[in-house]
């Protein structure tokens, strides 16, 4: 890159796009000629190869393959320690124009080219030599390893000192090379300590842009340092920075200026010394600057970076900085707007920062850029919202105030994963408190919630776990999610290996499974299998996993009774219970649907209750036909019981009427007893016909399912469940 007129070089040959060398006194025109001449012990005929080859080498990316080709750059790696002023200069414009090609470049490393450079920077005052040979190691320096050869090779004393060379091209190539070296650590102390942070300052007054561009590239790299801050600030960086700041004309250099800025800001002792000599006060005006939005929105940036200090957010709440990040959510300008909202998560975790923001009337004013076009403004939006309403309920209740929480179940729909995963977590902070969770269910919550449970954003499901957790919390959202078709996504959720995916999905089931109907469903979709699956793994099991089995079992009485062959005193049995008999740990509970349409075989019957009254069948029968039939297909309905109906009316009015606890319980065994065949003496056990009873009662019914009240010859087993009943 060509940047300002050089001092006097030879004569150079005008551009002529060919392949063809242009004539010189000796013989030949071909490149592989000019090549050969490079072995020339003449030192005139080898000075004025080399200049060929530079001219030909200029005109493109194709003549320098070419040469690469021909043999060329293992000659010029020799030329350039010639003993010979102009054969050295002519080589090292050669090699450097060549060393501009990937090709050449990857080839050139396998010379050990890199201390005759540097060598010749230490002692020549030729500022060709220096120009062609600092943009020959400009282009090596990208490469690791040529860093490292670079920097042992005491590369950067030289190129330092290079930094004040009158010609700009040696600058900006010195300058190019540091900035690659100082990505490295030790580099970046070894120009802290060789002097190079004045000289840097020095070139920001350059009066081309790419050095300027380049210095506070490398500024930035550098003060990440702490010593270096220091030193910064002695040679009154930060002033200088500001003076770039102020000038108009140096917008360009806004953005790389603040970055450099928010890292000496960064610590607060720098941080607290910048402040006492007014350099906080000169940043917020920078901020409030008005009709320069490129300057606030950097200036904003640059807060943001400053306050991820907990010591640092104190100061700047003390600056009253919430004040000036909410006059800035007006602006007109987007990303003046955007960066704002990306400042106020960093504020937002100082906790008066939070009031601060709400006392302002900074909610209303975020929870207006919800509608705004612009995907990523809304995206920031969210964040602040998921921020400011984290475990603050005033908060909550503001952005509830401002009709934030509509918007934000309408943002669930949204193709953004970010917004979607703002959006649900600041939901699930606000539906803790009831009027807000009923307002945000109220506006299709739940039904947006579904698709987010189908996502492959980990952030996503995370949110959106949690937020249902919190929404599902009463029968008619649970219902809502069935209906929905929420609780298979749900479900499936427990295959993910995410820890926190897979916890905050049992967190949802255990919620959801409150309710029989949605507990049910759950096992249909192999929820058991799958958390039985999960509390057998070491790295996979959590208290939340055990949570959800115990609740789903509790809710499912049938499935419990399949597992674990016993049920508890508080375990209440409804209609619709059924004993399929004991299972193995992993193997799937069919549902009674399921084994009733099963043909009748050898095994032991399933035991089902069915204590329907008249009243609840027709409720049932209402319900059935507001829902569409199959033509081909009718709705399966259990059986009836009418004799488990007699037994219990019986109950009701026999057994209730008794004061006396014990006596309740005695009369409620006899009665059982009597229903299931009386009294067997257990020696005469083997003559109670009750195995012939039950399959007698499964030939007749043609069903594998047999309703208890059906039994008239039962055992222990038959008799627990009725009693129970």
């Keep these: 890159c060509k940047m300002g007129k050089k001092v006097k070089k030879e004569s150079e040959t005008p551009c002529k796009e060919t392949l063809q060398f242009e004539p010189l006194p000796v013989e030949g025109r071909t490149p592989a000629t000019v090549v050969l001449l490079l072995s020339s012990p003449e030192e005139d005929i080898l000075a004025k190869a080399c200049e060929a080859i530079h001219t030909f080498a200029e005109k493109g990316d194709d003549n320098k393959v070419s040469l690469l080709g021909l043999g060329a750059l293992e000659s010029l790696c020799q030329l350039i320690t010639h003993n010979n002023k102009l054969v050295r200069r002519n080589a090292f414009m050669a090699l450097g124009i060549m060393a501009t090609n990937g090709d050449v470049k990857s080839a050139l490393k396998r010379f050990d080219v890199i201390p005759s450079i540097i060598d010749k920077l230490s002692l020549e005052d030729d500022i060709v030599v220096h120009e062609f040979a600092t943009l020959c190691l400009a282009s090596l320096s990208v490469d690791f390893i040529c860093k490292v050869q670079i920097y042992d090779s005491k590369g950067l004393p030289p190129l330092i000192q290079l930094l004040s060379s009158p010609d700009p091209d040696v600058k900006k190539n010195s300058l190019e090379i540091i900035f690659n070296l100082v990505q490295d650590y030790q580099s970046r102390l070894a120009v802290h300590e060789l002097g190079g942070i004045p000289r840097l300052l020095e070139l920001l007054k350059s009066d081309f842009p790419v050095i300027q561009h380049l210095a506070l590239k490398t500024l930035q790299n550098l003060t990440t340092d702490k010593d270096t801050r220091n030193t910064f600030r002695e040679e009154q960086g930060f002033e200088k920075l500001m003076d770039i700041l102020s000038n108009t004309d140096f917008s360009d250099l806004h953005a790389e200026a603040l970055q450099v800025v928010a890292n000496c800001l960064s610590d607060s002792e720098t941080f607290q010394l910048i402040h006492k000599a007014g350099g906080l006060t000169r940043l917020m005006e920078f901020v409030l600057t008005p009709n320069m939005p490129e300057i606030q929105s950097n200036a904003v940036k640059c807060i943001a970076k400053v306050a991820q200090s907990s010591e640092n957010r104190k100061l700047l709440h003390e600056q009253k900085v919430e004040k000036v990040l909410v006059e800035l959510l007006s602006v007109a300008d987007v990303s003046v707007k955007t960066a704002t ?96 969770r009923c307002s945000i269910l109220s506006h299709g919550a739940i039904q947006a919630l579904v698709e987010p449970l189908k996502s ?181 309905k259990m059986m009836d019981d009418v004799s488990l109906q007699l037994l219990v009316k019986e109950a009701k009015e026999s057994i209730l009427p008794l004061n006396d606890e014990r006596e309740q319980y005695a009369a409620l065994a006899r009665l059982v007893s009597e229903a299931m065949g009386g009294a067997v003496e257990m020696e005469k056990l083997h003559e109670f016909p009750w195995v012939l009873h039950l399959s007698g009662l499964k030939f007749q019914l043609q069903s594998n399912v047999v309703p208890i009240g059906l039994i008239s010859r039962g055992i222990y087993c038959h008799r627990a469940l009725l009693f129970k009943v």
């Design 341 to 436: 909202c990306q400042a106020v998560p960093t504020m937002s975790l100082h906790l008066a920062s939070k009031d601060s923001f709400r006392d302002l009337g900074g909610i209303p004013a975020v929870v207006q850029l919800l509608n705004n076009d612009s995907l990523v403004l809304r995206e920031a939006a969210t964040q602040a919202l998921s921020n400011l309403t984290h475990s603050n309920q005033l908060n909550a209740f503001a952005v509830y105030e401002a009709g934030g929480h509509e918007i934000l179940v309408q943002q669930l729909h949204g193709s953004c994963p970010r917004t979607v995963a703002n959006s649900a977590a600041t939901l699930g902070n606000m539906a803790g408190q009831e009027v807000i």
């Design 456 to 636: 492959t954003d980990t952030q996503v499901l995370v949110n959106t776990t949690k937020c249902l957790a919190v929404l599902a919390c009463d029968t008619e959202a649970r219902a809502e999610l069935q209906n929905a078709g929420g609780l298979q996504p749900l479900v499936n959720l427990l295959r993910s290996y995410y820890k926190e995916v897979l916890h905050n999905a049992c967190m949802a089931i255990n919620v959801c499974a409150s309710d029989e109907p949605t507990a049910v469903e759950m096992c249909k979709f192999g929820a058991l299998e799958m958390l039985q699956e999960i509390n057998q793994s070491a790295n996979r099991r959590s208290s939340f996993s055990k949570l959800a089995m115990i609740r789903l079992l509790n809710s499912n009485l049938s499935v419990k009774y399949s597992l674990t062959d016993h049920l508890t005193s508080t375990d209440i049995m409804r209609d619709g219970f059924y004993d399929g008999g004991k299972v193995c740990a992993g193997q799937r509970i069919l549902t009674l649907e399921e084994l009733s349409k099963q043909p009748v075989n050898q095994h032991r019957p399933i035991i089902v209750v069915n204590a329907a009254t008249e009243k609840k069948k027709e409720d049932d029968k209402q319900k059935d036909e507001t829902q569409p039939e199959s033509p081909t297909e009718k709705p399966w």
